[in-house]
């Protein structure tokens, strides 16, 4: 009983990553720069050419709506092209960006990642604060189970919209855990 009136709290107060918002404003933002998906894709890749990343495709951003999840990476390096941040796309149009929202300068030849690990460390930190189990933490974030949030700590990567779950939930903003890398 406890835990479903925990989830159905925090389910109140999350707001969604609102992907299609994403991906209408990074595709107005093609057409009116008069871009193809092929230069759009060099564009964004650009920064990071000279990084062992793999760069992102063309058919990556054109179909990024087609799947349920995306990997994080190619979400920072969109935002950054656009210079917003991912709160800015939030399901929540009354709320406004801070100033600690804004996501690192990468730099030239720098990538943009989460750091999974500081997550993980976060959500230990508030899971012991709170005297909660790991079950109970997945238990409050939709679509997480215990093993995924236990695995972070591993330094997997993580995709959006499920990493806005966790940064809502710790409260803090998603730039507290995006580092810039040279990979």
Not at 9 to 35: H, I, P, S, V
Not at 59 to 71: E, F, G, I, W
Request: aromatic share 8%.
């Amino acid at each position: 009983m406890r835990n479903r009136a925990i989830n159905k709290k925090t389910e109140l107060q999350m707001k969604r990553f609102n992907m299609r918002a994403f991906y209408a404003e990074f595709d107005e933002q093609r057409r009116a720069r008069g871009l193809s998906w092929t230069q759009l894709a060099a564009e964004i890749n650009r920064p990071f050419e000279t990084t062992p990343s793999i760069p992102i495709s063309p058919a990556t951003l054109r179909d990024m709506l087609k799947k349920r999840s995306v990997t994080s990476a190619v979400v920072l390096q969109v935002l950054r092209w656009l210079g917003r941040t991912p709160e800015s796309f939030l399901t929540d149009p009354t709320r406004s960006v801070t100033e600690g929202e804004q996501l690192p300068e990468a730099g030239l030849d720098r990538i943009l990642r989460f750091d999974t690990r500081a997550i993980y460390e976060a959500l230990e930190l508030e899971r012991r604060k709170r005297g909660l189990s790991w079950q109970e933490v997945a238990n409050e974030l939709p679509g997480f189970t215990t093993s995924m949030l236990t695995n972070l700590a591993s330094g997997p990567l993580i995709g959006f919209p499920r990493v806005m779950t966790l940064t809502q939930w710790l409260g803090d903003p998603v730039a507290a855990f995006v580092r810039s890398r040279s990979r």
